[in-house]
């Protein structure tokens, strides 16, 4: 996971009036008793206290001794326990302060929420995630807004700080400030505390605090810096993010971004930015290098001189990019469906994973009880979701959609046991579409490993039952979610456009059996085929090939991600296959290897073909080439290495247009 840490100049409290509203140590309740029938401001989620709902005052841990409250859940939807402290009103201006001590025990998480209307479920204004020693924040929009490291069983302070006057909210972990955001939602009313699957953790001394908030008459502020990327090799385009936090309009001003040891400026002119108005600065392109490393933004010549307020002009923090495992694409899947009133969301955070990870991420949306359901696929999913919508990234358990990060990051730093390369050859005439799904071991494997082949099309339309959304979004009243809120429910088929929808998935949900033999050697290469038929009212010119290698739990391995004309450019290579029309390679054998003055290359053709191989070097150079005319059954032809370096290279057969490879070394 990505780790930031924000440090502003100075702390800015601005014409402020100051009152601490609540707080509460838990030390004057009776140990063992629950909390909701001794307090007026504690509660739960259906407003039933002194249940299993509610949390008991615990004597076994606590940051002030004695007492604290402690909340568990082994279930799959989290709970029963749902512990509410609510605000006595709806706050949205001036700014809120709210603080909780957290200890999390080893190997476990902590979860909790700040609802952002009166009414409970109604409004999700935050969601804090704490698991693996790292606190995650999300606004339900826009995952990772703030990210900061804790230690497993130490008691930690959070805190968060939101200015609803200026859309600003921050977080800090024992003082150290770790995210600046605009929220999605500007509303606070009261904090849940809510354990998920494999929570354990306490929380003591609670609190929240109000002050109001008066603008100064020009003060240009930067409000936060998205160094556009999480991953270390990416190329991005950082953006800053300047708040009028005055009155009066600001039409100029200058901003730099300092990173890498290298500075980036910008200048800013012929804007009229309103006051609590915002502008985003795209900044010059740059790539994000491994390593914790410091950024700077800072602004000046706010409308041709100094602003009123100089504390709030700088912003600096730190980055640490993941470096993601060699060769590594994580498999996000959502089970979704036109029927399902919250499944926006599984849309709009699937965009956004497209988006943000592109070269790391291969989305597929599992349509349940719709014109685009599959129903093998469906039925797979169906298996490992407990309700819609709900993601499983790398086939882990389950999630909400909105909460894959965690998962997704933990994953692309897993060293796969292969990479998997896409080939195909698509006849427009026919429709046929044959694949090849060429796994690269790096580790050593068996044949518990099994390969599937999973098609998506994008930009999926259609009219008549089934293919308009329902939206629970539309009106706005249940929060910010893409664009969703400004739309109708149901939103008509006429609109709606699906995106990484799930065509087909081949052979089966848990893959192919015998994909691969007994024993599996790192540097063996084996290829499996699948074929195709796209229906006329698929547009192949919008559709994926997702390849991807099952380990022996179930769990997705990795996968290889390729449009149809980017599979048909890498080349179709024949190999072990559920198709009787192709040429089958029986596996191809290269001994010994290492090899010093010759090897010998052995595999089985099954169709008599037209054989060619070549030895390619590690650079790509062909260094020997023959053809061997029509072949077929056992093929075996002795390789003379002595004449050659020593080095890794590569022996390449190709029949009849297929091509298989495994690679030698040679001494």
């Known amino acids: 996971m990505k780790k930031t840490t924000l440090f502003i100049a100075s702390v800015l409290l601005c014409s402020t009036s100051f009152a601490q509203l609540f707080s509460d140590n838990f030390d004057s309740y009776a140990a063992g008793s629950y909390l909701g029938p001794q307090s007026t401001s504690w509660s739960t989620w259906s407003g039933t206290e002194g249940n ?141 505390f809510f354990p998920v699957q494999n929570s354990q953790y306490f929380v003591d001394n609670v609190s929240f605090d109000h002050q109001t908030y008066t603008l100064p008459n020009l003060n240009a502020m930067v409000a936060s810096v998205d160094m556009g990327g999480e991953i270390a090799g990416q190329n991005v385009t950082p953006k800053v993010n300047v708040l009028n936090a005055g009155a009066t309009p600001i039409t100029s001003f200058d901003v730099n971004l300092s990173y890498n040891g290298q500075n980036y400026p910008f200048s800013v002119t012929g804007v009229n930015i309103a006051s609590i108005g915002t502008y985003t600065v795209n900044m010059p392109a740059n790539i994000l290098v491994p390593g914790n490393q410091t950024y700077t933004a800072t602004i000046s010549n706010i409308n041709g001189g100094n602003d009123d307020i100089a504390g709030d002009n700088t912003l600096s923090g730190q ?197 691969f033999p007994a024993t599996v050697t790192a540097g063996d290469t084996y290829t499996t085929n699948m074929s195709f038929t796209l229906p006329a009212e698929w547009d192949e010119t919008k559709m994926h090939i997702i390849g991807m290698i099952i380990d022996p739990t179930g769990k997705i391995d990795n996968a290889g991600r390729a449009t149809i004309a980017e599979a048909v450019a890498n080349g179709y290579v024949g190999g072990i296959s559920d198709m009787p029309t192709v040429c089958y390679w029986g596996g191809m054998s290269v001994y010994p290897n290492p090899a010093s003055s010759a090897a010998t290359v052995s595999l089985y053709i099954g169709k008599a073909s037209n054989v060619t191989m070549k030895l390619v070097d590690f650079a790509g150079k062909v260094v020997s080439e023959k053809e061997y005319g029509a072949v077929q059954g056992n093929f075996e032809v002795n390789v003379n290495t002595s004449s050659f370096k020593a080095g890794v290279y590569f022996v390449e057969l190709t029949a009849n247009g297929q091509k298989t490879s495994k690679k030698l070394i040679i001494e």
């Not at 200015?163 to 003082?175: C, D, E, F, S």
């Open 52 to 192: 299993a709902e509610d949390a008991t005052i615990t004597n076994n841990n606590a940051n002030s001794a004695p007492h604290s409250i402690y909340l568990s859940s082994t279930a799959a939807s989290g709970g029963p326990q749902d512990v509410v402290l609510k605000f006595g009103q709806l706050y949205n201006s001036g700014i809120f302060t709210l603080e909780s001590d957290f200890y999390v025990n080893a190997g476990k998480n902590a979860y909790f929420n700040v609802q952002g209307a009166i009414a409970m479920g109604q409004v999700w204004a935050l969601n804090v995630n704490m698991d693996a020693g790292q606190v995650i924040i999300d606004d339900g929009v826009t995952p990772n807004q703030a990210v900061g490291a804790y230690t497993d069983a130490t008691w930690f302070t959070l805190k968060i700080e939101a200015n609803l006057t200026l859309h600003i909210w921050k977080a800090y972990i024992n003082g150290a400030l770790i995210g600046s955001w605009t929220n999605a939602i500007n509303t606070m009313a009261s904090v849940d």
């Open 319 to 515: 980055i640490d990019p993941v470096v993601p495992a060699v060769g590594k694409m994580v498999v996000g899947e959502e089970g979704t469906g036109t029927w399902c009133q919250w499944c926006p969301r599984g849309a709009v955070f699937m965009d956004l994973f497209e988006t943000k990870y592109d070269q790391y991420w291969a989305g597929i949306a599992v349509h349940n009880g719709d014109p685009m359901t599959v129903t093998d696929y469906d039925a797979g999913i169906g298996g490992l979701i407990n309700g819609y919508p709900s993601a499983v990234v790398d086939r882990l358990p389950d999630v909400d959609p909105s909460g894959m990060s965690q998962d997704f990051f933990a994953r692309l730093q897993t060293a796969p046991v292969a990479t998997i390369i896409n080939g195909a050859t698509w006849d427009a005439a026919t429709r046929v579409l044959n694949v090849s799904v060429t796994s690269n071991f790096a580790m050593a494997a068996n044949s518990n490993y099994k390969v599937a082949c999973v098609l998506t099309e994008d930009e999926v339309t259609g009219t008549g039952n089934g293919w308009s959304q329902s939206n629970a979004y539309a009106g706005g009243n249940n929060g910010v979610m893409g664009g969703f809120e400004t739309l109708s429910n149901p939103v008509p088929a006429s609109t709606m456009v699906y995106d990484h929808v799930a065509r087909a998935i081949a052979p089966s949900f848990t893959g192919m059996p015998n994909s």
